[in-house]
Structures are given as structure tokens and as C-alpha cells.
């Protein structure tokens, strides 16, 4: 999907995929480096990182392995709520693993700060994070983010995986979502 496809619903154009791309093979290329010579783990948060997931893990030339976890603090609006639900847990054992979790955007940092937790509990050798985009203004808990793609407004944006009400996953960029569309 193209912004002019639904241009009436977005407010401004925040980054092209073409700006993306170059992002993500620069966040590779740092993670190869911080990486050489072992096996990582990604694991990607369902739905919003599967574009990014996807695109980072083709980058990658290292041996890397893929899992996949839904968490949900935000039902069905436009604010975390705070309250961190399992929808859909890990297959793979993290003891003595190096894991990497990717992520679309962090704006709270409540749910990636649980996430984390809850990872390193699990046996993991390290536990790092790359996402996407960031909202420093939003953050509610300090989280440290190995690899940042963009520090992006404290706007409701979609686009590149991210969604409002499970639309707009699929436009190739990221654009801030019009007030009129969730007001």
C-alpha cells in the first residue's frame, strides 16, 4: 500500500521505505559487527515487527535463528495500558542463548521493559534490543536499546507493520495517523 492510497487518513509522511531499507542495513551491519562468530536469536514481537523482522533478518549475513512472541498492552486503542497479556509465547529455549528482540516502536517502554525481564528469566546468555522507531517523549520506564533505528514525535503513527484497529500494516512507510481517523 502507497501513502496516496489512503493519503486522506495520514497527517504527514514521517519515513519512506526507502529510508527505512537504509536504516535497517545500517542497524545490520552494527549487529554483524557486535555479533561475529556467534548464533543469535530473534525474536520478533507479533504483529507490528514482522516487516521489520523480516527485512533485518534478510540483511543479516550471520547464522541466525527466528521465534516469534505476542504481548498485548494495548487492546484495542491508541495507548499501552501498561497490563502485559501472552497471546502467543516462544518455541524456542533461551538458556545460555544470545537473543536479540525486535521491535517495531517503543513509546511507554512499559511492555518492552516486562518483556525483557521476562526474557532474561528464562536463562538467556544476553538479552538486547533493536527496534525500528522510538519515542523518546513518550517513555514512561528508561529501557536500553542496543540498536535504534529512528527517534521519532510522540504521534500515533502507522505504516511498515504498525496499525490502527489492524489497518495500515501494510503501507510501505511510516505516516502519522489523522486525529479524525481514531478520535
Avoid at 520478533?44 to 535463528?65: I, N, Q, S
Wanted: hydrophobic letters at 45%; aromatic letters at 6%; charged letters at 25%.
Amino acid at each position: 500500500m502507497q501513502f496516496s492510497d489512503v493519503e486522506g487518513d495520514l497527517s504527514e509522511v514521517l519515513l519512506t521505505q526507502e529510508e527505512i531499507h537504509e536504516k535497517i542495513a545500517v542497524m545490520a551491519r552494527q549487529i554483524e559487527t557486535d555479533y561475529a562468530g556467534e548464533k543469535l536469536l530473534l525474536v520478533g514481537v507479533l504483529r507490528g515487527a514482522v516487516m521489520v523482522m523480516a527485512d533485518l533478518a534478510r540483511e543479516l549475513t550471520l547464522p541466525l535463528e527466528m521465534d516469534w512472541m505476542a504481548v498485548s498492552s494495548y487492546g484495542a486503542g491508541t495507548q499501552s495500558s501498561g497490563v502485559v497479556r501472552i497471546l502467543k509465547d516462544l518455541d524456542s529455549d533461551l538458556q545460555g542463548r544470545k537473543v536479540l528482540i525486535v521491535e517495531d516502536i517503543i513509546d511507554s517502554g512499559l511492555t518492552l521493559s516486562w518483556l525483557l525481564g521476562n526474557l532474561r528469566s528464562r536463562g538467556a546468555e544476553s538479552v538486547e534490543i533493536c527496534t525500528l522507531l522510538r519515542k523518546p517523549d513518550a517513555a514512561k520506564v528508561e529501557v536500553d536499546v542496543r540498536y535504534v533505528g529512528f527517534d521519532i514525535p510522540n504521534a500515533f503513527v502507522v505504516g511498515y507493520g504498525l496499525d490502527y484497529a489492524e489497518k495500515y500494516r501494510n503501507l510501505r512507510g511510516v505516516a502519522v495517523l489523522a486525529p479524525h481517523v481514531y478520535a
